[in-house]
């Protein structure tokens, strides 16, 4: 039973370059979260997925901030010209849809802008 | 007011004590509560969920849920080092993101 991967789990850019990040969830859950994680504070929710659907986005999610899960399975976070402020650990959780299922997190990447 | 409310500590106890973590949360809509546990630098890792009013045990711990005072707590029994962590409390509301706490810093001393 594996859990939810994500890669990479550290990632060192420049201010203004591109980066991705990956999230596999667990294999029979169709709901997929984005949340991202300061020093010193709980996860803050950006984004979620049902399937291929995104269907919720935070105001956090700003437009230099992408989310796709294409096929309803892996997903991908973008983030188009890094800024300092998105020195974060950005961190994926999946679930099942029915009721109110406890969301199971990933190991989480690492960003860290120079 | 911030949505999840949680003693940021240290909470200091000795080994084999009991130590008890509150939250309190602002939205009387909020239909789910959940426990987490994140070791430093690590990702969170899910310990307790709780729907209901009352009391949930499982092995060392307890979720605590009073709706009515808007209250949710964790108890852990015979704490130990390895105890020895940070503890999110997350609250579901109608939508299906979690609102987390700041969390609660845990220090089981031998």
């Known amino acids: 039973d594996t859990g939810v991967s994500q890669n990479p789990r550290h990632k060192i850019t420049k201010r203004g370059q591109n980066v991705t990040f990956r999230c596999d969830p667990i294999s029979e859950h169709n709901r997929l979260y984005w949340y991202r994680q300061t020093l010193g504070q709980g996860p803050e929710f950006l984004t979620y997925f049902q399937n291929e659907a995104q269907l919720e986005k935070s105001r956090l999610l700003s437009d230099r901030f992408s989310a796709e899960r294409p096929k309803g399975s892996f997903s991908t976070l973008e983030i188009q010209r890094t800024e300092q402020g998105d020195s974060a650990m950005y961190l994926c959780a999946s679930s099942l849809a029915t009721g109110n299922q406890p969301q199971h997190f990933g190991d989480g990447t690492r960003l860290s802008i120079l | 007011q911030k949505e999840v409310e949680q003693n940021s500590g240290p909470l200091s106890v000795p080994e084999g004590a009991i130590a008890s973590l509150n939250c309190t949360y602002s939205?009387?809509?909020?239909?789910?509560f959940f426990w987490y546990r994140q070791y430093s630098g690590k990702s969170p890792e899910l310990i307790m969920f709780?729907?209901?009013?009352g009391d949930k045990e499982d092995g060392r711990f307890t979720a605590q849920l009073n709706k009515a005072s808007q209250y949710v707590s964790l108890l852990i029994r015979d704490s130990q080092p390895s105890d020895s962590a940070t503890y999110l409390c997350a609250v579901n509301h109608n939508t299906d993101k979690l609102i987390f706490g700041t969390g609660t810093r845990l220090q089981v001393f031998p």
């Open positions: 709780i729907y209901s009013n």
């Open positions: 939205d009387r809509g909020s239909q789910s």
